[in-house]
């Protein structure tokens, strides 16, 4: 059973009653996962398979950075791969576009993090690469690494079209792959799309939870302002 999860931010506990009732859970995270450590992440584990893309919240400390990077978990990041998960192929694009290096449809300022040290003064650069925060930012190589796989779901920080705030990139790169599942997050809500593409798309909200097929299994508003 494969389960696909929402920004969680921080917090899990809403998960544990759907992994724990479950046996052979493979639980996908869309972004956000927001830690101070990786000990939520150990404790995930002892009840199911645990993936994960990275979200713009994953680099914006060095704790939640390393919680990922700088642990064993970064090997389970979806980032700029296709993985084969219990017989489903999943993609996986991380992070978010930023103007800094590029938001589509406007050209982009850097093609990959090799381009954009190049051309920044010494002291932009961290730990030996891009800024802490555009560790998260999509590069025009994260596209076209992915574009010439073939996979059955794509997932993503950003959203497609037609969202109001969807980057069409994406949705071109879910038809040259092929998929016939899109699954974000990034954006609170919980809806799946009505489009005129061959593919299902779903935004699976904050601290929600969806199935393979993309049914709510759990929705969440997103009340920590309120």
């Known amino acids: 059973m494969i389960l696909f999860a929402g920004d969680p931010h921080g917090s899990y506990d809403h ?3 759907f992994i724990k009732e479950q046996e052979n859970v493979a639980l996908i995270i869309l972004g956000d996962l927001q830690l101070t450590t990786s000990d939520e992440l150990d404790k995930l584990a002892k009840h199911c398979d645990i993936w994960f893309i990275h979200g713009n919240h994953d680099s914006k400390t060095i704790s939640a950075f ?11 990041n979806l980032h700029n ?31 990959d993090p090799i381009h ?9 650069i961290w730990r030996g690469g891009v800024p802490l925060r555009h560790r998260t930012s999509i590069f025009p190589s994260d596209i076209e690494i992915l574009e010439n796989q073939q996979a059955d779901v794509l997932i993503c920080h950003e959203a497609p079209k037609p969202h109001p705030m969807g980057f069409q ?17 990034h954006h609170h809500e919980n809806f799946t799309y009505r489009t005129k593409y061959p593919y299902k798309i779903t935004n699976v909200g904050f601290r929600s939870l969806a199935d393979a097929e993309g049914n709510y299994l759990l929705q969440t508003t997103d009340d920590r302002e309120k």
Not at 66 to 76: A, C, F, L, V
Not at 116 to 124: F, G, H, L, N
């Open 15 to 17: 998960i544990y009653p």
């Open 66 to 76: 390393d919680s990922i990077w700088g642990s064993e978990w970064q090997s389970r």
């Open 81 to 111: 791969r296709v993985v084969d998960i219990q017989g489903t192929r999943i993609a996986g694009l991380g992070g978010v576009f930023r103007g800094q290096i590029w938001m589509p449809p406007n050209r982009p300022m850097f093609f």
């Open 116 to 124: 954009y040290c190049q051309y920044s003064p010494q002291e932009k």
């Open 169 to 185: 990139v994406i949705n071109d790169l879910a038809m040259k792959m092929g998929v016939k599942l899109v699954f974000h997050g």
